[in-house]
């Protein structure tokens, strides 16, 4: 690999996100370190953390309540007793109130496909709504651009900004490249 290249991707992504509750993440990814990857999900409060398993992997959550108690195997579901699957995901993975699955990974992407074919049907029938609906779609694609966008301009960046078009350094790269400009 060469010494130097262009890049013609993003590839990393550092964010500070300041929710209008007052609560604040930290987002970091990045696919262009070398060495060691790392892949972690992790979500931290006043009073603990919880690890977050990487998608269609079937692992669980585990919970940190304070600095002594870990919360790793079924005891989760305790804590939220109203907690049921959707019909499509028990019968496609085997109960209603699941903390883990353990399916080969092919298996599971077809399960995981059909549980959202199952919601758009369902959507379109007017059975439930739909498990993301347009505006929260929406707005988490403009979270993603929020970060391009602040790292473009050099500033923080609002969500309304983004989604009313107020900034586009970022994206007017784009528009032009594909003659929307």
Avoid: C
Wanted: no cysteine; proline share 3%.
């Amino acid at each position: 690999m060469p010494a130097r290249f262009q890049a013609t991707a993003e590839d990393a992504a550092y964010a500070v996100v300041t929710f209008k509750n007052g609560a604040v993440a930290s987002y970091l990814e990045d696919h262009a370190a070398h060495g060691k990857g790392l892949w972690s999900r992790q979500i931290h409060g006043s009073t603990g953390s919880m690890d977050m398993p990487n998608d269609r992997t079937g692992r669980n959550l585990i919970l940190y309540q304070g600095r002594d108690q870990v919360i790793d195997d079924q005891r989760i579901l305790d804590l939220v007793p109203d907690f049921r699957l959707d019909e499509a995901t028990a019968i496609l993975f085997g109960g209603e109130r699941l903390w883990r699955y353990d399916f080969p990974f092919e298996q599971t992407d077809r399960k995981l496909i059909a549980v959202e074919y199952a919601d758009f049907a369902g959507g379109i029938l007017g059975e439930h709504p739909v498990e993301v609906d347009i505006e929260q779609g929406t707005r988490s694609v403009a979270l993603s651009y929020a970060m391009l966008e602040s790292g473009a301009l050099g500033r923080a960046v609002t969500l309304d900004e983004v989604l009313s078009e107020q900034v586009s350094a970022y994206q007017q790269d784009i528009d032009q490249g594909l003659g929307l400009l």
